[in-house]
């Protein structure tokens, strides 16, 4: 006879910890001395530590001291540019675009993508983040990488409507050929770049082919006031009535930023045929001395959920979505004038499901919950920082570090244990990607990508 599944030994049990669980309300709580079984990448069970006591487990997790959240996810990034971190310092988007970043992104070749995402998940990996959105060139070698690194990951070809009719093709063959591939943990996008750089036919041919093939969007809109500014000045619209009039809201659709999203967008947004999704990233917007921030309350109140970002290393110069999530607190509670807007409780909200449901993957992960991936990690609460702890959701958002992340569990494989990472090699990866960067920063051709003039 076959033993059942409940008579074989569990792949991994990780006890004694405590865990951020959600109720039927989907109120953040903590169960303390609890326990997590998990089985074929899979969490089987949340329960007791005495009730696993004598369950057989092929690796078991003693995780007295810290507490088990679900992996965090980096709604939109832009992995290789770890490459570029700090090359641009200082300077207004428009000089940072044009002077710097799009220059030195013509000379970017496979091997330097491949080697800036493979540095970019070992960061986020160690920084807890189990999942990430990105949206860049050359993003078959991105997909390689994740998928050998054991990560998560929505993936877009980015394009522009300069490149002509290829670079919306070359964004299509990309999504449809890595769709469910890496075990089933890349899911794909369309990423026409932004409205200022994509022109409403492709905006609107992207969103026949969303529809058709069965495909989200991920793109750049209303990143800031003056986009949106320039846009009504020039076309008597903002940039998210022209993804409404171009289709693109009627598909499911993730909008990066959106700092300069206005009253008059809301209704537009609320009445979006697919499901819409904005990521936030506030720590390039205090750089970028951008005079608003994403309106999260106003989101949220019509529905629309607000995941957690970081932008990319050469904006952000960092990767860290722990970070994100405190100052996503932080800013809302500045920009809204109330102290209680956002609580402890809302921020780890939005860094957990409405992340998930963010990027497309809310009935799989942003819980630990038995049917949910096992994307889990492990924080240790136990250093000074951290105690005495009166209040476990403020303690996790305002005082916690990523590098409190002692343990990072994707699909219910090990990808970082007590803060050693198993899948990434980064001396070899650092060490080869500085020999490149001479060619790579290189900026005295004169060559750009693109143009920033919104």
Avoid at 66 to 78: K, S, Y
Avoid at 227 to 233: G, I, N, R, V
Avoid at 237 to 265: F, K, M, Q
Wanted: charge should be negative.
């Amino acid at each position: 006879m076959t033993p059942s599944a409940a008579d074989r030994p569990a792949d991994l049990i990780i006890s004694a910890c405590t865990v951020l669980v959600h109720d039927d309300q989907e109120r953040i709580g903590f169960e303390e001395d609890a326990a997590i079984v998990v089985r074929n990448g899979i969490v089987e069970a949340v329960t007791s530590t005495s009730a696993v006591a004598d369950l057989a487990a092929a690796e078991r997790l003693d995780a007295r001291g810290q507490v088990a959240l679900p992996g965090l996810i980096n709604c939109h990034t832009h992995a290789p540019m770890v490459a570029l971190r700090g090359i641009a310092e200082d300077l207004p988007i428009e000089e940072w675009f044009n002077d710097v970043v799009w220059p030195v992104e013509s000379n970017l070749t496979a091997k330097d993508v491949e080697l800036g995402a493979r540095l970019a998940c070992a960061e986020m990996i160690r920084a807890g983040v189990t999942c990430f959105a990105d949206h860049y060139f050359a993003m078959d070698a991105v997909a390689a990488v994740v998928a050998e690194c054991g990560m998560r990951a929505l993936l877009g070809e980015a394009y522009f409507s300069s490149q002509g009719p290829e670079g919306r093709e070359r964004s299509l063959e990309f999504a449809l050929r890595h769709r469910g591939s890496a075990d089933g943990r890349i899911t794909t996008a369309l990423a026409p770049h932004a409205p200022y750089t994509v022109d409403d036919t492709d905006l609107a041919a992207t969103a026949e082919l969303a529809r058709a093939h069965g495909l989200p969007v991920h793109l750049h809109a209303a990143e800031n006031r003056d986009q949106t500014d320039t846009s009504l000045a020039r076309h008597g619209v903002t940039p998210i009535e022209v993804l409404a009039r171009t289709g693109i809201l009627d598909t499911d659709v993730l909008l990066a930023h959106g700092t300069g999203i206005t009253d008059r967008d809301l209704p537009v947004l609320e009445r979006a045929g697919g499901r819409t999704a904005v990521a936030t990233a506030p720590r390039g917007y205090l750089k970028f001395a951008w005079p608003d921030t994403t309106p999260v309350r106003a989101l949220r109140d019509i529905g629309v959920p607000v995941g957690l970002a970081t932008d990319g290393a050469a904006s952000n110069n960092s990767l860290d979505v722990w970070e994100s999530m405190a100052l996503t607190s932080l800013v809302q509670k500045s920009a809204e004038g109330d102290p209680r807007r956002l609580t402890s409780r809302q921020a780890l909200h939005h860094a957990t499901l409405q992340s998930a449901r963010a990027v497309g993957l809310g009935d799989s992960v942003g819980s630990i919950a038995p049917g949910r991936r096992a994307d889990i990690v492990l924080v240790d609460l136990t250093g000074p920082h951290t105690r005495p702890v009166h209040d476990l959701a403020a303690t996790l958002v305002h005082s916690a570090r990523s590098a409190d992340v002692r343990t990072t569990i994707v699909d219910g494989r090990i990808l970082m244990r007590d803060r050693t990472l198993l899948t990434i090699d980064v001396p070899a990866v650092a060490g080869e990607l500085e020999e490149r960067l001479p060619a790579l920063v290189d900026r005295g051709h004169g060559r750009r990508i693109q143009e920033y003039d919104t």
